[in-house]
């Protein structure tokens, strides 16, 4: 091994003469020696000769001489251990430890990958090689090969109560079947129509053969039938390309959305306007611009008049493109600051904002209320219970239809809420309270504390109408007619929020059983339809009294009620009328309970239930 000496040039070394293999130079009073030295030795039988060279790296001219302290000063007597070896025999055992452990390894790995190959062939096992990848196609059994020759499908409708018919005998059957609503793909409507001439459902095929509707079927059910038209039909081929095709996921129906008016205004705004922070009121406003600013930029792009740069600055703000930072002005030309809709401090929070502003021309809200409620039916009718107390919301995260959904979201971001009647807000926003949670459960969870809770439905969000609306102001702030909320000092909107022109002017104390927040005690998901909403609510409030909404024990003389009844007892009343308005509501068994205990002279107690907040999946 080389070695670096550093020798004063007034010592000599008389070695350094004799030796051929070191060299010295000669370098500011001190010599550097090289040791030059060849060594050979044998590995695997062969001999490598390795030439050490190392240089002498001098220190710096102004820096002390290094001086090795006293104690680690060597000894000429010491004896040097044998530490080399050791280590050697140790880093030896180990490797020969790691080969034994990797050949045992791989040995076993090969005979389970032979016993695997044997079954393979046994099953039918087809391997694929590919580069960097190990693809594995097992066959299935020949029980479930025979069951996937053939499908069943049927075109339904949302809401149909022949489609939930033919659906509940097919899961009492046991057939899986593909069911194509023309609600949700309003696409495959032509397609009914060419198949069977109709545009009546549902329409039953095996395979692409129509059998027809419910009639049909329980035809084929009564007569016996059934069971061998399916042996024959759906066991002897599989489905070609002639039979109705299950609907695919990520496939949008091609929708002739016609962009807004204003759109090529908002974009050269978008570009032209000085869009930053400003102070104003003691506040920091983000992302704004003065009205001045905007009327400017229409005046030199468009060459047009003020006064008619302005009455563009209002339709602008009246279709929700821009908004006063502070909601108090439409807009006029000055100072004040506006903003663009996706500026506003509360778009993040918005899950159906996806990163711009929906510029197609706002649909109708009756459309959007009633294309909401059927796709939501739709995927009740597919992911829920029979009666509605269990959703299946990992089932629906993956569906088409949810997807479709999510996308419909985005309608709503400028519609005119302002043009629906009463009782179309009332459905409007019962069923958007509904499908939000829906779209919260899978999204966010659901809700395990009480801080969670107040989260959940403070904090999950939509832009409806240019305005954030979350499970909190739709329950408070619409339905309640602008009520607090249990536990709150204050109200949902305050005065000058832009919200409270569309708030609900009379409360219908129905409007809590036809709200479901997702957990097991609250009353079933459903969905309303506009002309009959407040029919629905009767029929709602009647149901959930029936699944054990109240108990009466007469022997106690106690009414057990909703924990609903006591956190909005201000839509209720004196908890004696409001026994007096359940009475309307009950069955003719627990009617006459109440009745009794209320004719007498003796008290009612009234006791409320526990509220169960775990989930209803």
Same mark, same amino acid.
């Given at each position: 091994?080389?070695?670096?000496?550093?020798?004063?040039? *007034?010592?000599?070394?008389?070695?350094?003469?004799?030796?051929?293999?070191?060299?010295?130079?000669?370098?500011?009073?001190?010599?550097?020696?090289?040791?030059?030295?060849?060594?050979?030795?044998?590995?695997?039988?062969?001999?490598?000769?390795?030439?050490?060279? #190392?240089?002498?790296?001098?220190?710096?001219?102004? !820096?002390?001489?290094?001086?090795?302290?006293?104690?680690?000063?060597?000894?000429?007597? $010491?004896?040097?251990?044998?530490?080399?070896?050791?280590?050697?025999?140790?880093?030896?055992?180990?490797? $020969?430890?790691?080969?034994?452990?990797?050949? +045992?390894?791989?040995?076993?790995?090969?005979?389970?990958?032979?016993?695997?190959?044997?079954?393979?062939?046994?099953?039918? #096992?087809?391997?694929?090689?590919?580069?960097?990848?190990?693809?594995?196609?097992?066959?299935?059994?020949?029980?479930?090969?025979?069951?996937?020759?053939?499908?069943?499908?049927?075109?339904?409708?949302?809401?149909?109560?022949?489609?939930?018919?033919?659906?509940?005998?097919?899961?009492?059957?046991?057939?899986?079947?593909?069911?194509?609503?023309?609600?949700?793909?309003?696409?495959?409507?032509?397609?009914?129509?060419?198949?069977?001439?109709?545009?009546?459902?549902?329409?039953?095929?095996?395979?692409?053969?129509?059998?027809?509707?419910?009639?049909?079927? *329980?035809?084929?059910?009564?007569?016996?039938?059934?069971?061998?038209?399916?042996?024959? &039909?759906?066991?002897?081929?599989?489905?070609?390309?002639?039979?109705?095709?299950?609907?695919?996921?990520?496939?949008?129906?091609?929708?002739?959305?016609?962009?807004?008016?204003?759109?090529?205004?908002?974009? #050269?705004?978008?570009?032209?306007?000085?869009?930053?922070?400003?102070? +104003?009121?003691?506040?920091?406003?983000?992302?704004?611009?003065?009205? *001045?600013?905007?009327?400017?930029?229409?005046? @030199?792009?468009?060459?047009?008049?003020?006064?008619?740069?302005?009455?563009?600055? @209002?339709?602008?703000?009246?279709?929700?493109?821009?908004?006063?930072?502070?909601?108090?002005?439409?807009?006029?030309?000055?100072?004040?600051?506006?903003?663009?809709?996706?500026?506003?401090?509360?778009?993040?929070?918005?899950?159906?904002?996806?990163?711009?502003?929906? $510029?197609?021309?706002?649909?109708?809200?009756?459309?959007?209320?009633?294309?909401?409620?059927?796709?939501?039916?739709?995927?009740?009718?597919?992911?829920?219970?029979?009666?509605?107390?269990?959703?299946? =919301?990992?089932?629906?995260?993956?569906?088409?239809?949810?997807?479709? =959904?999510?996308?419909?979201?985005?309608?709503?971001?400028?519609? *005119?809420?302002?043009?629906?009647?009463?009782?179309?807000?009332?459905?409007?926003? !019962?069923?958007? =309270?509904?499908?939000?949670?829906?779209?919260? #459960?899978?999204?966010?969870?659901?809700?395990?504390?009480?801080?969670?809770?107040?989260?959940?439905?403070? $904090?999950?969000?939509?832009?409806?109408?240019?305005?954030?609306?979350?499970?909190?102001?739709?329950?408070?702030?619409?339905?309640?007619?602008?009520? +607090?909320?249990?536990?709150?000092?204050?109200?949902?909107?305050?005065?000058?929020?832009?919200?409270?022109?569309?708030?609900?002017?009379?409360?219908?104390?129905?409007?809590?059983?036809?709200?479901?927040?997702?957990?097991?005690?609250?009353?079933?998901?459903?969905?309303?339809?506009?002309?009959?909403?407040?029919?629905?609510?009767?029929?709602?409030?009647?149901?959930?009294?029936?699944? /054990?909404?109240?108990?009466? /024990?007469?022997?106690?003389?106690?009414?057990?009620?909703?924990?609903?009844?006591?956190?909005?007892?201000?839509?209720?009343?004196?908890?004696?009328?409001?026994?007096?308005? &359940?009475?309307?509501?009950?069955?003719?068994?627990?009617?006459?309970?109440?009745?009794?205990?209320?004719?007498?002279?003796?008290?009612?107690?009234?006791? =409320?239930?526990?509220?169960?907040?775990?989930?209803?999946?």
């Amino acid at each position: 091994m080389g070695s670096e000496i550093e020798i004063p040039t *007034n010592t000599q070394q008389p070695h350094n003469q004799h030796n051929p293999n070191i060299a010295s130079t000669q370098n500011h009073g001190y010599e550097s020696v090289t040791n030059k030295s060849e060594s050979t030795h044998r590995c695997g039988g062969d001999d490598v000769r390795s030439d050490s060279r #190392v240089t002498l790296v001098h220190p710096h001219s102004l !820096l002390p001489m290094p001086v090795p302290p006293q104690n680690f000063q060597s000894n000429q007597n $010491d004896v040097a251990l044998p530490t080399f070896s050791v280590g050697s025999f140790f880093r030896q055992r180990s490797s $020969d430890l790691s080969a034994a452990i990797v050949k +045992r390894v791989s040995s076993l790995r090969e005979s389970v990958e032979e016993d695997n190959d044997g079954e393979g062939e046994k099953r039918g #096992v087809t391997e694929f090689n590919l580069s960097g990848v190990k693809v594995v196609v097992t066959a299935k059994p020949e029980e479930e090969e025979a069951s996937l020759r053939g499908r069943i499908s049927f075109f339904s409708r949302s809401n149909c109560r022949d489609c939930t018919a033919v659906r509940r005998f097919f899961r009492e059957k046991g057939l899986r079947f593909v069911e194509i609503n023309v609600d949700v793909f309003s696409e495959r409507e032509r397609e009914l129509r060419e198949r069977t001439g109709t545009g009546s459902v549902p329409q039953i095929f095996f395979n692409e053969k129509l059998i027809g509707g419910l009639v049909a079927l *329980n035809s084929l059910r009564n007569s016996g039938e059934f069971d061998r038209r399916v042996a024959e &039909i759906l066991g002897g081929k599989a489905a070609d390309g002639n039979a109705p095709w299950p609907p695919a996921y990520g496939f949008d129906c091609a929708e002739e959305d016609r962009e807004d008016e204003m759109v090529g205004v908002v974009r #050269v705004l978008r570009l032209r306007l000085p869009i930053q922070d400003r102070l +104003r009121r003691m506040k920091m406003v983000n992302n704004c611009f003065e009205g *001045n600013d905007l009327v400017e930029a229409l005046i @030199q792009h468009f060459h047009c008049a003020r006064n008619e740069a302005v009455e563009i600055g @209002q339709q602008l703000s009246k279709k929700h493109f821009i908004h006063h930072v502070f909601g108090e002005k439409d807009f006029e030309e000055g100072n004040h600051l506006y903003r663009f809709l996706e500026h506003e401090p509360f778009i993040p929070r918005c899950f159906n904002f996806r990163g711009t502003t929906n $510029d197609s021309e706002p649909k109708a809200a009756a459309a959007i209320c009633s294309r909401l409620a059927k796709i939501m039916s739709a995927i009740l009718e597919a992911f829920a219970s029979d009666d509605r107390q269990h959703v299946d =919301y990992e089932a629906i995260s993956k569906s088409e239809e949810f997807r479709r =959904y999510v996308n419909m979201t985005q309608d709503l971001q400028r519609v *005119n809420i302002l043009e629906l009647s009463e009782n179309e807000k009332l459905a409007f926003f !019962l069923n958007l =309270y509904n499908a939000m949670v829906i779209h919260a #459960v899978i999204s966010v969870g659901c809700p395990e504390g009480v801080i969670d809770r107040r989260s959940f439905f403070s $904090d999950f969000q939509y832009v409806v109408g240019g305005h954030p609306y979350s499970l909190n102001s739709i329950k408070n702030g619409i339905l309640r007619c602008n009520r +607090r909320s249990p536990y709150s000092l204050v109200k949902p909107f305050s005065t000058g929020d832009k919200r409270l022109e569309v708030a609900l002017v009379k409360l219908n104390p129905l409007l809590h059983f036809g709200l479901c927040n997702g957990t097991k005690s609250s009353p079933k998901v459903r969905f309303f339809s506009p002309h009959r909403v407040v029919d629905e609510l009767r029929v709602a409030g009647r149901e959930f009294f029936e699944n /054990d909404g109240i108990e009466v /024990d007469l022997e106690k003389r106690t009414v057990y009620l909703t924990r609903i009844f006591k956190w909005f007892s201000g839509d209720f009343g004196p908890e004696k009328e409001i026994l007096k308005w &359940i009475l309307n509501y009950l069955d003719p068994n627990k009617a006459g309970l109440v009745t009794h205990l209320l004719g007498d002279s003796g008290p009612v107690h009234i006791s =409320y239930q526990n509220f169960d907040w775990s989930i209803n999946s």
